[in-house]
């Protein structure tokens, strides 16, 4: 298993239910496709780069798992489609 990195931005307009939902529902996505060591560290709201789909802030999630390729694939796929995630950016961590 290799150690992943994913960070990703959730628009700042969620109630924090619905925010803790959708980080819930994709900390379940790693574990249930053989992620371990699961680690979430919410960043909270901050600051965008430059403006995406109207919104000048962004909610900053960071997620540390050791998983396999399919792991990362599943999560990526369920990001890509989810309304509620902004940007994501998924990295492989050295050994």
């Given amino acids: 298993m290799k150690a992943y990195e994913v960070l990703y931005i959730i628009r700042p307009d969620l109630d924090e239910e619905t925010l803790a939902t959708n980080v819930d529902r994709f900390a379940e996505i790693v574990t249930n496709n053989g992620g371990t060591e699961l680690s979430v ?5 901050r600051r965008l780069a430059y403006e995406i789909n109207d919104f000048r802030d962004g909610t900053y999630i960071l997620m540390n798992f050791n998983g396999e390729a399919r ?3 599943e999560l990526e796929r369920v990001m890509k489609i ?3 995630v902004l940007r994501f950016l998924t990295t ?3 050994d």
Avoid: F, I
């Avoid at 560290?41 to 709201?45: A, E, H, I, L, Y």
């Fill in 41 to 45: 560290d919410k960043w909270g709201k």
């Fill in 92 to 94: 492989r961590k050295e």
């Fill in 71 to 73: 792991t990362v694939q």
């Fill in 82 to 84: 989810s309304d509620n």
